[in-house]
């Protein structure tokens, strides 16, 4: 059987240095404000594999009222989930990912992003695809009040 899964996570930007994306550092004039690391790619990615699996949502697992979570990094969720599908008995396909923002830019960090949430899902780096794009200037994002992204998966029982 073939599943699929779609997430999307938002955060405004707030004090700070660096964003984390995709379990990586990266510089920023910005942090964001977050109960967690603030993970925007792999908040979505693990809402799209809970989805996929048909197993609720990150704040069923996660929730951010919960103080354990507080600066937790998101590479936790995502593999807690990762390890739910396959006590399901299913396995990742592919992930297909999207970042919505003005800035940081993402080419220089693309490779390593795409190694590093390759690793939590346990596949190969071809598996995993990632874009970037803006919103035209237009809105919160375009005004780089924030950041966003969105995620698709595709899983399967093996």
């Not at 697992?61 to 600066?71: I, L």
Request: hydrophobic share 45%.
């Amino acid at each position: 059987m073939i599943r699929v899964g779609s997430g999307f996570d938002v955060h405004a930007f707030g004090p700070g240095d660096h964003v984390m994306l995709g379990g990586l550092r990266v510089p920023h004039e910005a942090g964001v404000i977050a109960h967690s690391d603030g993970d925007v790619l792999l908040h979505a990615l693990t809402d799209a594999v809970l989805g996929a699996g048909g197993l609720g949502d990150i704040g069923k697992y996660f929730a951010d009222s919960d103080p354990r979570w507080r600066g937790a990094p998101s590479g936790q969720f995502l593999r807690h989930a990762v390890s739910l599908l396959k006590q399901d008995g299913y396995r990742v396909i592919n992930a297909d990912l999207t970042l919505l923002c003005e800035a940081p830019r993402l080419a220089a960090h693309r490779a390593a992003i795409r190694e590093s949430i390759a690793t939590l899902l346990g596949v190969a780096v071809d598996a995993v695809n990632l874009k970037a794009t803006t919103t035209e200037k237009m809105g919160f994002l375009g005004r780089r009040e924030g950041i966003a992204a969105a995620a698709v998966v595709l899983i399967e029982r093996h």
